[in-house]
């Protein structure tokens, strides 16, 4: 099946393949997010599939993390969503499919990147322009010498991070500090995966488009796309359905739910390019149908496919890199969160709270996992050896990618 087949498919369409009942491993009847489909009808055997559900519950038997979700689709179709585990120490309830997580760094791709796509769509955002062009207050030595694309790689020469929850105090302050912060590396010439990169480009969407960072995506993105459960500073009202992450004895001093995990998040107000964004895996199974679509969904055209491309296609010139623009690409040594069998078009990202999204493009192929890893403690890391587990073990639940 192609995955224009999909396309412009009714909304009353969606909504009956929406109740329809699929086979073991189960899909929930009805989804926000896109249709569900038969496994099988996607290629997928269903017991291989189900091995991945099993080897996530052992995972939260073992203590990787209390709890998760993994969504996997193809052709715009839900072949699995499958909730694992309980919220949290203090809170026993199983989690659902529809339960909310901290996204940590999936914000610079799910919300900045696709910001900076629908600006470059709009001739609003030059990717080789200098970045001082649209954020005048980034100063200092070679600071004029810094791309936007340069910021999108995390190639601009800027630290990795900050301290700006401890040394500032308010929001202004904080922006102050990431915009004047020496370059640590020319321009251009290393990679440094940078949170300073991604604060300094949303910074510049709200010079160009004139609005709140977190008001234009809902009304461009999010909203559009019909992602309820996709937000900036989540209300008091979601609290029972987001999922716990840490114990924070450094900043907060209290177990954060519902709060921006990452420190400097929190210091610019709980809205930054870098973290901060709230979802579940239905929400993000739509955006990942988005973007394996080329940009399209149902009779929305979002993004232009010429765009997806570019944004999704490693980049060339930095040593060292398998950055595409804002979103990252499997590792040349043949394994990384992507695991060791998804093929090389593919794109994706990673969250620090124990968030991922991966998508294949030759296979038309998502894979979601969201956790709470870092509860009740950071110190926690056995994600790092799940993520590609569950990557190879639904690619070897492909067992027909011609269809």
């Not at 929930?28 to 997010?33: D, E, V």
């Not at 470059?120 to 791309?147: C, F, H, I, M, N």
């Not at 969407?205 to 992602?227: A, K, Q, Y």
Request: proline share 7%; with cysteine.
């Amino acid at each position: 099946m192609s995955r224009q087949l999909w396309r412009g498919s009714a909304l009353a369409a969606v909504a009956a393949a929406c109740h329809a009942t699929a086979p073991a491993p189960p899909v929930p009847a009805r989804s926000a997010g896109i249709p569900a489909a038969a496994p099988a009808s996607l290629g997928f055997d269903s017991t291989r599939l189900a091995a991945v559900v099993a080897y996530l519950r052992a995972q939260v038997d073992s203590g990787a993390f209390p709890g998760a979700v993994v969504a996997v689709g193809r052709h715009g179709r839900l072949a699995l969503v499958a909730p694992v585990g309980h919220y949290g120490v203090d809170d026993p309830r199983p989690v659902e499919a529809g339960t909310v997580y901290d996204l940590a760094s999936l914000t610079k791709v799910i919300a900045l990147t696709t910001a900076c796509m629908l600006l470059v769509d709009e001739g609003r955002l030059a990717l080789d322009a200098p970045a001082q062009r649209y954020v005048p207050e980034l100063r200092g030595s070679e600071k004029d010498r810094v791309t936007i694309r340069q910021l999108l790689t995390h190639s601009a020469g800027l630290a990795a991070d900050l301290p700006l929850y401890d040394s500032t105090a308010t929001r202004g302050a904080a922006l102050a500090l990431v915009d004047t912060a020496p370059l640590l590396d020319p321009p251009g010439t290393q990679y440094r995966y940078s949170d300073l990169s991604a604060i300094v480009l949303m910074q510049a969407v709200e010079r160009i488009t004139g609005e709140p960072f977190d008001r234009f995506l809902d009304e461009r993105v999010f909203g559009p796309l019909g992602m309820r459960a996709t937000r900036f500073r989540p209300p008091a009202a979601w609290r029972d359905r987001i999922a716990p992450t840490e114990l924070d004895t450094v900043f907060r001093h209290r177990m954060l739910r519902g709060e921006v995990h990452d420190e400097s998040a929190a210091r610019l107000g709980g809205v930054s390019g870098n973290a901060g964004l709230f979802s579940n895996a239905l929400d993000l199974a739509r955006f990942a149908a988005l973007l394996l679509n080329e940009g399209s969904w149902d009779s929305l055209q979002l993004i232009r496919s010429e765009t997806v491309a570019e944004f999704t296609r490693r980049q060339a010139g930095v040593p060292e890199s398998t950055r595409a623009l804002g979103w990252d690409t499997p590792s040349d040594s043949g394994y990384s969160s992507a695991g060791a069998k998804l093929s090389r078009r593919s794109f994706g990202h990673t969250g620090f709270t124990g968030t991922s999204l991966w998508m294949d493009p030759d296979r038309d192929l998502f894979i979601i996992l969201l956790t709470n890893r870092v509860h009740p403690t950071r110190a926690n890391t056995a994600i790092l050896r799940v993520r590609p587990r569950v990557a190879d073990l639904v690619v070897d639940a492909l067992t027909r990618p011609e269809l």
